[in-house]
């Protein structure tokens, strides 16, 4: 198990560079960024003085080296917009994003598996066409499409959503203010159901599919039928033989899961103005906040490796034929 | 049942909390969507208009910009002009104070003026870099307790306007702090005060003194358009900014918002670039000509542009000055493709066989104006429906068509939209004031234009030189290096109760704004 651990971590070192790398390499191909920062008006000379005083005339490998030596030491340089550093801006809005994207997490799960399990008991009938139907349109809806949808039904006819905004709870947690963020959790689910759903739609839709198609093929299998054939009740075939085998590949999903939300959020964050990540690597990419780039990029690296090391684990927990 | 019951109860008591955040505005509070946040209180580093329009609302300035474009005193009492005109010696108004409590003095003022031009703190914002440049500012100094003087490279009448860019703020408090906490912890001279930031979500003013009617304003960030005017028609936020032309019919039909249109003092235009960063290219030396550019005005029919692509009908420029300043002499061009042709004709560029004339490239941004995109390929159409073969290629703003028209090689055609104002016409020509200047992006060297522009700055008054600039802009109608299109419209939405006005340069200013 240490020796995975270890190994593991390794390797997302060397992830760590090849992706601060294609990132750093990527935005300075786009142009030189010290236009951003003067004036429309700025004489040569300005833009030469601020071109040298944010070392943007710098080799581009010197810079990448300065960029990793302070790296290590955690420090990722000032936002060239927010005029602070990068990683406090990342880190002031990653809790958003993670509340956002852990609830989707959640709602792809809790949807998806009753869903899946359901129409696979009933393959074949209008239970089955019409969530298969569901999770087709799921997958083929785009999610600021959906959120705009559900923005003008729920929150402008109905009235019964809030349009958009964001209540923290994470922050609140992470600053020692647990009165505070316990107070705020039914607001923050209040107004997580519509971006959350936005996000979540085209994973709910899958993993049913995923589940539904894994449950077809656990159910034909003779253990199952030994189970059946012993008397034990159908609800405990399903539950504790069936689904138990059935989901392995959905926890798997689970693990890419994060990856795939965290790319879904920056539209759906833009268009319910939730403050996370994804809109501030948005905004940092059109004003070629390089910092600020870099922080997120490296700073989701790591939470997605992190992630993907906890499900690997989990996996070898509820399959004993994997061996870490 | 029983159970039932409670979980329906308790389920109602849970969205009954936060529905109650949902309500509208208290009686006191004005909420504004805007599609940005600020990135800094710090007032040196500030340089978006969004972030000004808020900090306008902490930090008070010597003079403001009103409504018609006149330049009035706030917080000076008196303002006397050495005869150079290289020194301006203010009195502050009596009873001033900061937000820290102490008395606003000439002290803070000099401060204000001295700390964004200050090297070692390398600040990159509105006021050290363009405010200042245009200013010529050279250092501000204490004549005593209620006297400052400000000191100028050149004498301009550009002085007090720039002047009401520069924000005043309070000494004590800011020497006391880093730069790192001076971004998030303004102390400023003006009517509100910064009462929290939620980053990317919103932030709140409260009222420490007037002018002004609410006791909080809240500016609430909304970046997609179509949410901000959702909220709006919920009644959740009382004013937003940008709406889209296509989403004006929904707010006025609502019945809880209406839309305001403002022409604002946006320059559209196409631009011909006459420099070497375009030598070569096809079509590059055909617009050298001054009548094949005159002639290309009467190509583009600017007002079905407007009615068709922006949905509403346009002031149509005539110089590059915003109105009331222009050439009063002055007409827009009309759409007349006959006479287009007949000046290109005569201009030595007939038809040939196949009916074109000469191709061109027309370059523009996607999403940086108002329906940019559409309004280049029309304006590509209607000159190549003059026989201008044109080829449109529209580009992201940030990364690749800002860059290429700070190196000015753009187009050689390009479409572009130069803010300006209302309150002096040489600061909108002052555009060109040189013929490499960085905001000469047309490359234009036209020495008449440029020994008139020496003239029109070293007159004492705008009045002095009003003739030399009614001459300067005549010639930049008949032979500038514009196709002059129109200021570009801005759209505001407004809750039905609020009375606000908006203001044809951007600001939002909520001073006034009250409950109908």
């Given at each position: 198990m240490w020796t995975f651990i270890i190994r593991r971590l390794l390797q997302s070192a060397i992830v760590i560079i090849g992706v601060t790398l294609i990132t750093f390499t990527a935005l300075q191909m786009s142009g030189d960024p010290t236009y951003l920062y003067v004036s429309e008006r700025a004489t040569a000379e300005e833009i030469q003085r601020t071109r040298e005083a944010l070392g943007f005339d710098r080799p581009l490998p010197e810079q990448y080296l300065t960029f990793l030596g302070k790296l290590a030491q955690g420090d990722f340089g000032n936002s060239l917009s927010y005029k602070r550093p990068a990683l406090d801006a990342v880190m002031e809005a990653l809790p958003a994003t993670l509340e956002l994207t852990f609830f989707a997490m959640i709602l792809a799960i809790v949807v998806a598996i009753p869903l899946g399990v359901i129409a696979s008991l009933n393959r074949g009938s209008a239970t089955d066409g019409s969530v298969m139907t569901i999770a087709m349109l799921g997958q083929s809806i785009p999610s600021f499409w959906l959120g705009i949808m559900m923005i003008m039904f729920f929150g402008l006819q109905l009235r019964i959503l809030p349009i958009s905004g964001h209540v923290p709870f994470i922050m609140p947690l992470i600053q020692g203010n647990f009165v505070q963020a316990f107070t705020n959790l039914p607001q923050t689910l209040y107004y997580l159901i519509m971006p959350g759903f936005a996000v979540a739609f085209y994973s709910i839709s899958r993993n049913a599919r995923l589940v539904r198609s894994s449950m077809l093929e656990v159910l034909s299998q003779d253990f199952v039928r030994t189970a059946r054939a012993k008397g034990i009740s159908e609800w405990a075939v399903v539950i504790h033989h069936a689904l138990r085998n059935a989901w392995l590949p959905v926890v798997t999903m689970i693990g890419l899961e994060f990856g795939f939300l965290i790319g879904g959020v920056v539209v759906v964050e833009i268009v319910f103005s939730w403050p996370g990540l994804g809109r501030l690597v948005f905004n940092a990419i059109n004003q070629r906040d390089i910092p600020v780039v870099q922080a997120a990029v490296v700073v989701l690296a790591l939470v997605f490796i992190a992630l993907n090391l906890i499900v690997d684990m989990v996996y070898a927990r509820i399959d004993p034929r994997v061996k870490l | 049942m029983k159970t039932l019951q409670s979980i329906l109860l308790a389920g109602a008591a849970a969205f009954a909390l936060p529905a109650a955040a949902h309500a509208a505005p208290p009686a006191n509070t004005i909420v504004v969507g805007l599609s940005a946040d600020a990135s800094t209180f710090d007032p040196a580093q500030i340089s978006s208009r969004d972030n000004s329009n808020i900090a306008k609302h902490i930090f008070a300035t010597l003079f403001t910009v009103d409504f018609e474009g006149n330049v009035a005193p706030n917080l000076v009492s008196n303002t006397d002009v050495s005869d150079d005109g290289l020194a301006y010696t203010f009195t502050i108004k009596d009873g001033l104070t900061c937000d820290d409590g102490e008395a606003l003095t000439a002290e803070d003022v000099a401060y204000s003026f001295n700390r964004p031009a200050d090297k070692a703190l390398g600040f990159t914002g509105n006021t050290p870099g363009f405010v200042y440049t245009t200013l010529g500012f050279k250092s501000a100094e204490v004549v005593d307790e209620k006297n400052v003087k400000v000191n100028l490279t050149a004498k301009t009448t550009l002085a007090l306007g720039m002047m009401a860019q520069v924000y005043i703020h309070c000494k004590d408090s800011y020497e006391k702090m880093t730069v790192e906490e001076a971004a998030t912890n303004p102390i400023g001279s003006g009517s509100y005060r910064l009462a929290s930031w939620d980053r990317g979500s919103q932030i709140v003013l409260e009222k420490v003194k007037d002018p002004g009617t609410f006791d909080t304003i809240i500016w609430r960030i909304i970046p997609e358009a179509s949410t901000r005017t959702a909220e709006l028609i919920a009644g959740n936020v009382d004013i937003i900014t940008n709406v889209a032309p296509d989403q004006v019919p929904a707010i006025d039909a609502s019945g809880s918002a209406t839309v305001a249109k403002v022409n604002g003092t946006r320059r559209m235009q196409v631009g011909f670039n006459l420099g070497k960063g375009v030598e070569g290219m096809p079509g590059a030396k055909e617009i050298q000509d001054p009548k094949v550019r005159f002639a290309m005005q009467y190509a583009v029919d600017v007002p079905s542009i407007c009615t068709q692509l922006l949905g509403t009908e346009c002031t149509r420029m005539t110089s590059l000055v915003n109105p009331p300043n222009g050439n009063p002499d002055l007409v827009p061009i009309p759409y007349d493709p006959d006479m287009a042709e007949k000046l290109l004709d005569e201009a030595g560029y007939p038809r040939n066989a196949d009916g074109v004339r000469f191709s061109i490239r027309l370059q523009g941004p996607r999403?940086?104006?108002?329906?940019d995109a559409n309004v280049v390929q029309a304006i590509g159409q209607y000159l190549s429906d003059v026989g201008i073969q044109t080829d449109v290629e529209l580009l992201e703003w940030a990364s690749v068509y800002s860059p290429l028209l700070r190196t000015k090689e753009m187009g050689p055609l390009f479409f572009l939209g130069q803010g300006g104002v209302t309150w002096n016409p040489l600061y909108d020509m002052s555009l060109f004031s040189t013929p490499d200047g960085a905001t000469n992006y047309q490359s234009w060297t036209d020495p008449r234009w440029f020994d008139d522009w020496k003239l029109a700055i070293d007159a004492n008054t705008v009045e002095e030189a009003r003739p030399i600039i009614n001459r300067m802009l005549k010639l930049f109608y008949d032979e500038g290096p514009w196709l002059q299109l129109y200021f570009q419209p801005d759209f505001y939405g407004v809750s039905n109760r609020i009375d606000w006005q908006p203001r044809r340069d951007e600001e939002i200013e909520l001073f006034a704004a009250t409950l109908k």
């Amino acid at each position: 198990m240490w020796t995975f651990i270890i190994r593991r971590l390794l390797q997302s070192a060397i992830v760590i560079i090849g992706v601060t790398l294609i990132t750093f390499t990527a935005l300075q191909m786009s142009g030189d960024p010290t236009y951003l920062y003067v004036s429309e008006r700025a004489t040569a000379e300005e833009i030469q003085r601020t071109r040298e005083a944010l070392g943007f005339d710098r080799p581009l490998p010197e810079q990448y080296l300065t960029f990793l030596g302070k790296l290590a030491q955690g420090d990722f340089g000032n936002s060239l917009s927010y005029k602070r550093p990068a990683l406090d801006a990342v880190m002031e809005a990653l809790p958003a994003t993670l509340e956002l994207t852990f609830f989707a997490m959640i709602l792809a799960i809790v949807v998806a598996i009753p869903l899946g399990v359901i129409a696979s008991l009933n393959r074949g009938s209008a239970t089955d066409g019409s969530v298969m139907t569901i999770a087709m349109l799921g997958q083929s809806i785009p999610s600021f499409w959906l959120g705009i949808m559900m923005i003008m039904f729920f929150g402008l006819q109905l009235r019964i959503l809030p349009i958009s905004g964001h209540v923290p709870f994470i922050m609140p947690l992470i600053q020692g203010n647990f009165v505070q963020a316990f107070t705020n959790l039914p607001q923050t689910l209040y107004y997580l159901i519509m971006p959350g759903f936005a996000v979540a739609f085209y994973s709910i839709s899958r993993n049913a599919r995923l589940v539904r198609s894994s449950m077809l093929e656990v159910l034909s299998q003779d253990f199952v039928r030994t189970a059946r054939a012993k008397g034990i009740s159908e609800w405990a075939v399903v539950i504790h033989h069936a689904l138990r085998n059935a989901w392995l590949p959905v926890v798997t999903m689970i693990g890419l899961e994060f990856g795939f939300l965290i790319g879904g959020v920056v539209v759906v964050e833009i268009v319910f103005s939730w403050p996370g990540l994804g809109r501030l690597v948005f905004n940092a990419i059109n004003q070629r906040d390089i910092p600020v780039v870099q922080a997120a990029v490296v700073v989701l690296a790591l939470v997605f490796i992190a992630l993907n090391l906890i499900v690997d684990m989990v996996y070898a927990r509820i399959d004993p034929r994997v061996k870490l | 049942m029983k159970t039932l019951q409670s979980i329906l109860l308790a389920g109602a008591a849970a969205f009954a909390l936060p529905a109650a955040a949902h309500a509208a505005p208290p009686a006191n509070t004005i909420v504004v969507g805007l599609s940005a946040d600020a990135s800094t209180f710090d007032p040196a580093q500030i340089s978006s208009r969004d972030n000004s329009n808020i900090a306008k609302h902490i930090f008070a300035t010597l003079f403001t910009v009103d409504f018609e474009g006149n330049v009035a005193p706030n917080l000076v009492s008196n303002t006397d002009v050495s005869d150079d005109g290289l020194a301006y010696t203010f009195t502050i108004k009596d009873g001033l104070t900061c937000d820290d409590g102490e008395a606003l003095t000439a002290e803070d003022v000099a401060y204000s003026f001295n700390r964004p031009a200050d090297k070692a703190l390398g600040f990159t914002g509105n006021t050290p870099g363009f405010v200042y440049t245009t200013l010529g500012f050279k250092s501000a100094e204490v004549v005593d307790e209620k006297n400052v003087k400000v000191n100028l490279t050149a004498k301009t009448t550009l002085a007090l306007g720039m002047m009401a860019q520069v924000y005043i703020h309070c000494k004590d408090s800011y020497e006391k702090m880093t730069v790192e906490e001076a971004a998030t912890n303004p102390i400023g001279s003006g009517s509100y005060r910064l009462a929290s930031w939620d980053r990317g979500s919103q932030i709140v003013l409260e009222k420490v003194k007037d002018p002004g009617t609410f006791d909080t304003i809240i500016w609430r960030i909304i970046p997609e358009a179509s949410t901000r005017t959702a909220e709006l028609i919920a009644g959740n936020v009382d004013i937003i900014t940008n709406v889209a032309p296509d989403q004006v019919p929904a707010i006025d039909a609502s019945g809880s918002a209406t839309v305001a249109k403002v022409n604002g003092t946006r320059r559209m235009q196409v631009g011909f670039n006459l420099g070497k960063g375009v030598e070569g290219m096809p079509g590059a030396k055909e617009i050298q000509d001054p009548k094949v550019r005159f002639a290309m005005q009467y190509a583009v029919d600017v007002p079905s542009i407007c009615t068709q692509l922006l949905g509403t009908e346009c002031t149509r420029m005539t110089s590059l000055v915003n109105p009331p300043n222009g050439n009063p002499d002055l007409v827009p061009i009309p759409y007349d493709p006959d006479m287009a042709e007949k000046l290109l004709d005569e201009a030595g560029y007939p038809r040939n066989a196949d009916g074109v004339r000469f191709s061109i490239r027309l370059q523009g941004p996607r999403g940086r104006y108002l329906n940019d995109a559409n309004v280049v390929q029309a304006i590509g159409q209607y000159l190549s429906d003059v026989g201008i073969q044109t080829d449109v290629e529209l580009l992201e703003w940030a990364s690749v068509y800002s860059p290429l028209l700070r190196t000015k090689e753009m187009g050689p055609l390009f479409f572009l939209g130069q803010g300006g104002v209302t309150w002096n016409p040489l600061y909108d020509m002052s555009l060109f004031s040189t013929p490499d200047g960085a905001t000469n992006y047309q490359s234009w060297t036209d020495p008449r234009w440029f020994d008139d522009w020496k003239l029109a700055i070293d007159a004492n008054t705008v009045e002095e030189a009003r003739p030399i600039i009614n001459r300067m802009l005549k010639l930049f109608y008949d032979e500038g290096p514009w196709l002059q299109l129109y200021f570009q419209p801005d759209f505001y939405g407004v809750s039905n109760r609020i009375d606000w006005q908006p203001r044809r340069d951007e600001e939002i200013e909520l001073f006034a704004a009250t409950l109908k």
